[in-house]
């Protein structure tokens, strides 16, 4: 079986402080995972905010360097980012789909445009017939079509649609991975499920291996292949997602899970924290800095 993807050991690391007082915060520590060629799959990154997700998902685009550890594609290092010819050939293959559509897509600017422009440069495409069959292919996998938004502005559609169209602009070029960024976070509840189950349909249909990056539970137990749970940039906990989700090993992914609101508790008024489960996280972030992943037998890792 051939690596894909490969993150190994990596670790960023932010200056903090003015001249007179520098220190150093580690962002992500010990992350260390692999997508194999052929075998798509969904591999979820959960935390809460500050938890180093989005740290670890732009390392991986090459957007920032790791301070210690690699990540290569391809058996190759990603190229940072630039216009090198590596990395136009690096982005073709992974694409990535960020959290808030309405800031990835210029209000003056038309949606089909972005669409092309993606064609135009990774797919080296400039015939009119060629570009819009490679535009309404990537839409319709989306549930939309060029004819539905041609000549539109992004204000003219909506949340779920111009999201939509983000993961289509994503699409033409006709990856390998796709790393989704809280995806769901800024649509409508009724529109976060179409967006999840087109997650599904890429990896099952199309092949296309998903980064799917949250901090709801939800969503990552019913899409998700792999997990990861990250505390203070620190993975804690790894593995299968439905043996993890339903029996976390890790206090704080415990904490995690606790603290997911349950419909039976619908109406009773009070809510109790988890106080033992947030002490316990407490004292394990406390530890993490001499801590390790340890495999258990079901095949997860756990940080002691």
């Known amino acids: 079986m051939t690596t894909l993807l490969n993150v190994d050991r990596v670790s960023k690391r932010f200056a903090m402080g003015g001249i007179l007082s520098r220190d150093h915060v580690d962002a992500v520590v010990d992350a260390n995972f692999a997508l194999e060629k052929g075998t798509p799959e969904i591999f979820t990154i959960i935390g809460e905010s500050g938890s180093g997700k989005t740290t670890l998902a732009r390392m991986i685009l090459g957007l920032e360097q790791p301070s210690e550890g690699s990540i290569e594609f391809e058996g190759q290092p990603v190229p940072a980012g630039g216009n090198s010819r590596a990395r136009q050939a690096f982005m073709a293959k992974v694409q990535p789909v960020f959290q808030n559509p309405f800031e990835a897509f210029n209000p003056l600017k038309r949606v089909d445009r972005y669409l092309e422009a993606t064609a135009r440069a990774f797919r080296k495409l400039s015939s009119r017939a060629e570009l819009d069959k490679a535009m309404d292919e990537a839409l319709v996998k989306v549930g939309l079509s ?139 972030l406390a530890q993490a800095a001499t801590s390790h992943l340890v495999e258990k037998p079901d095949g997860r890792f756990v940080r002691e």
């Open 146 to 284: 060029l004819a539905e938004i041609k000549g539109r502005y992004p204000h003219e559609l909506s949340g779920g649609q111009l999201q939509r169209c983000a993961i289509a602009r994503a699409l033409v070029c006709e990856p390998e991975v796709l790393i989704a960024d809280e995806p769901v976070s800024m649509v409508d509840a009724s529109l976060r499920m179409a967006i999840v189950n087109l997650l599904k349909s890429l990896r099952d249909d199309f092949g296309v291996h998903v980064i799917y990056i949250t901090h709801d539970l939800a969503t990552a137990y019913y899409i998700s292949d792999r997990i990861i749970i990250m505390q203070k940039g620190r993975v804690v906990e790894m593995g299968p997602a439905r043996p993890v989700l339903d029996d976390p090993q890790h206090a704080y992914s415990q904490l995690l899970k606790a603290s997911v609101l349950s419909a039976a508790d619908a109406g009773k008024g009070k809510l109790e924290p988890a106080t033992d489960l947030l002490e316990a996280s407490d004292k394990k």
